[in-house]
Every structure is written in structure tokens, then in C-alpha cells.
């Protein structure tokens, strides 16, 4: 388990390896205002104990990965997407299975579009390629986003409030929530960032139409996951890409959120190690 800054393009962004690199490699691509940390080590290791080389890393604009002014991103969601294909080539990976979640799952289909030859296979979580007749996220979530204007990002208690918080809306009626675990790890979420309140800039990113509207012609592997019940990316939204991109699997989760909850990482874990074997 090895964590490293990487230098790039004037940036800088901050990985964490796990497992032997000469397995095949997983790059896993977390979604938006939340750094690696929530793939969270015992996951990273359960897979890497899989025969894979995992690597989590930290995206523009959260943990110990450049940031930029609040308000004023200075990249595109095409940028960052060629930022992952920077992490591999810093690990010498000519070609890697890709899963990401939420934002990251978007990001894993533009990869999977704009640099087919780098790619094996995309697991898409909890995501969409966000097409015009599906449903929109839960009141209830653009009702605390819009409240969150007003959280005090330099008092770590509120931060904390604030991420414990949001996981209760973002939370399944199915699993019981780890209040202890996600306050530790929020703490650890404030405690790495250069500048936590610039993760917002996630929100105010541009680009990526033209890949999205082509997310039939992704020519790997897809397995899509998605729980019932997530709040943010309704299972509509899992099942369409499931029925667009060609060779795709999806991996249902009764009752589950906008989450990578514990409870569920035996299927989720399973189900990746699957569709990554022997490809």
C-alpha cells in the first residue's frame, strides 16, 4: 500500500496503490466533492487480495490533488477524464479496468470513448450517461445541496455535520448507517484536503456532451451496478445504460442508496472481480 503525489501538466495529483502491479490493473474513479479515501482500504485490499493492482486516487479539487479558486474551476470534465489515463501511465499501465462511481462513472465513459485503447472493461456505479427522458434526482437531495451554501468549510465540526448528513440523504433503506465509521472518515476527509471548500467546483464543471450522447458505441465489457434506491441517479438511469451499451451486465442492489455501503461490498466485490477476470 503505497501512496504518491504525481506531477503532470503543472498538476498534481495524489495516488494510492494496493496489491502486487503485476496483476491486472483496476483504477478505480471516485465521484464528485469526495476524495479516494470513501473507496475506502479494506475494499481497496479485499480487491487487490483478488489478484488485482488497485489504485484510488485523489481527482482535481479535493484531498492532496491540486486545487483551484472556489467558484473558478480551471478544467473540464475532458481534462480530468485524461487525468486518469496520466495516473496509469505513471504506474507504466498500458491498459487498466476502470470503475467509477456517481461523477466517476461518467468519467469512465468518456475514458472508455475518448482512449479506447487504454481501456479493458468499465464498471459503472451508481451513474448515468444522463440522457434527456430519464428521471431527475430526489427532492429531497437538491433540498440539502441548496442549504449546504450556507455550511462553514474552516470549522471542521460543521464539515463533519455537514458529511454525516448528507449520507442519511444519500443512504438505502436497506443497510443501517455507520455513523461512527463516516465521521472518521469524513475528519480524515478534512484533515488531507488543500482547500476543502474548492471540491464544490465539482458541481461547476462544463463538458462531456459529446461523449455521453455516445455511450452506445462503448465497446468493452460493461458491468453496471446500481442500488434501488439511490436518491441522486434514480435505477432508471442503471437500467438504460444497461440496455444501450453493448456487452452489459447489471448488477442489481435491492434496496440500496447513492453508497458503497459495507454491507453490500461481498457483491459489489464479487461482481468486479468477475467481470474483470480473464479479460
Known amino acids: 500500500m503505497t501512496e504518491q503525489l504525481i506531477h503532470l501538466n503543472g498538476i498534481e495529483?495524489?495516488?494510492?496503490s494496493f496489491g502486487n502491479q503485476t496483476n491486472p490493473a483496476i483504477l478505480l474513479i471516485m465521484g464528485a466533492q469526495a476524495s479516494m479515501i470513501w473507496w475506502e482500504k479494506e475494499f481497496c485490499q479485499r480487491l487487490a487480495d483478488d489478484g488485482r493492482f488497485v489504485i484510488r486516487y485523489d481527482n482535481r479539487d479535493v484531498g492532496r490533488s491540486t486545487t483551484y479558486e472556489p467558484g473558478n474551476p480551471g478544467y473540464t470534465f475532458e481534462d480530468i477524464a485524461d487525468d486518469a489515463m496520466y495516473v496509469l501511465n505513471a504506474y507504466g499501465i498500458e491498459r487498466a479496468h476502470l470503475v467509477g462511481i456517481s461523477m466517476g462513472g461518467m468519467l469512465s465513459q468518456i475514458i472508455a470513448l475518448r482512449h479506447p485503447e487504454r481501456v479493458q472493461t468499465v464498471t459503472l456505479m451508481m451513474t448515468s450517461n444522463f440522457a434527456p427522458d430519464l428521471p431527475?434526482?430526489?427532492?429531497?437531495?437538491?433540498?440539502?445541496?441548496?442549504?449546504?451554501?450556507?455550511?462553514?468549510?474552516s470549522n471542521e465540526q460543521a464539515a463533519v455535520d455537514f458529511t454525516l448528513e448528507k449520507w442519511k440523504v444519500l443512504a438505502?433503506?436497506?443497510?443501517?448507517?455507520?455513523?461512527?465509521?463516516?465521521?472518521?472518515?469524513?475528519k480524515e476527509e478534512v484533515q488531507r484536503a488543500r482547500n476543502l471548500p474548492s471540491m464544490n467546483n465539482h458541481a461547476l464543471l462544463t463538458g462531456?456532451?459529446?461523449?455521453l450522447v455516445?455511450?452506445?458505441?462503448?465497446?468493452?465489457?460493461?458491468?453496471?451496478?446500481?442500488?434501488?434506491?439511490?436518491?441522486?441517479?434514480?435505477?432508471?438511469?442503471?437500467?438504460?445504460?444497461a440496455k444501450v451499451i453493448p456487452c452489459a451486465a447489471l448488477l442489481t442492489l435491492e434496496g440500496t442508496g447513492h453508497e458503497i455501503h459495507s454491507d453490500d461490498w461481498d457483491v459489489i466485490?464479487?461482481?468486479i472481480s468477475n467481470h474483470t477476470e480473464g479479460v
Open 269 to 271: 466485490i464479487g461482481g
Open 214 to 241: 455516445r455511450t452506445g458505441e462503448i465497446s468493452v465489457p460493461a458491468l453496471i451496478i446500481h442500488g434501488t434506491e439511490d436518491p441522486i441517479i434514480p435505477y432508471a438511469h442503471g437500467v438504460h445504460l
Open 208 to 211: 462531456g456532451e459529446s461523449y
Open 172 to 186: 438505502g433503506s436497506k443497510h443501517s448507517m455507520d455513523s461512527e465509521k463516516i465521521i472518521r472518515l469524513a
Open 13 to 16: 495529483i495524489c495516488t494510492e
Open 136 to 153: 431527475p434526482m430526489d427532492e429531497k437531495v437538491i433540498a440539502f445541496f441548496t442549504n449546504m451554501v450556507t455550511t462553514d468549510w
